[in-house]
């Protein structure tokens, strides 16, 4: 089954991770456990694809469009569970163009889901992702970003604009 969806999202570089956990704590936000993921991107003409593998969970492809900012903003996405061994098939049809292998640490808080993230060859980033809804509307997601900003003490030299994908690939 596919789902058309919308967030509102934020994304920093984390200093500080046993802070970052203790925030979690002092929120009472649910710990979910690490994911290991691996997102593999394809050449699309517009927006982003990847291939998201998780273990443990389903793999996912992930289509979306989101403006480059460096500030809270809104997401657009298209996700569907898909069955593994797909990967050859997109890298067939659309060619990759990079892959982030990275460690999670999923924390939930209300409608608001809470990456620890840890991207092999980057560091640590942490990311805030509330998902939208009939009840939770942009503005109520943008104040709550504005919220846990706050209790993790992000700084706005520590926002980023883009995805881990562009970050990788402006580090080498």
Not at 34 to 63: A, C, M, N, W
Request: aromatic share 8%; net charge negative.
């Amino acid at each position: 089954m596919t789902v058309a969806r919308r967030n509102i999202e934020l994304k920093a570089r984390l200093h500080d991770r046993d802070a970052a956990t203790q925030a979690c704590r002092t929120l009472n936000a649910r710990p979910e456990g690490d994911i290991h993921q691996t997102d593999t991107y394809f050449g699309v003409p517009e927006g982003r694809l990847k291939l998201r593998e998780s273990t443990p969970g389903d793999d996912y492809l992930v289509f979306y469009r989101r403006p480059d900012v460096a500030a809270v903003k809104g997401c657009d996405y298209t996700i569907a569970v898909v069955p593994r061994g797909l990967k050859p098939v997109l890298t067939a049809a659309l060619g990759v163009i990079g892959v982030v292998d990275k460690v999670r640490t999923l924390y939930l808080w209300e409608n608001v889901r809470i990456h620890l993230d840890r991207v092999q060859g980057l560091g640590d980033f942490i990311e805030f992702e509330a998902v939208l809804g009939a009840e939770y509307d942009d503005a109520d997601g943008e104040e709550k970003l504005a919220r846990l900003s706050r209790a993790f003490a992000l700084a706005p030299a520590d926002l980023l604009a883009h995805s881990y994908l562009e970050l990788l690939d402006n580090a080498r």
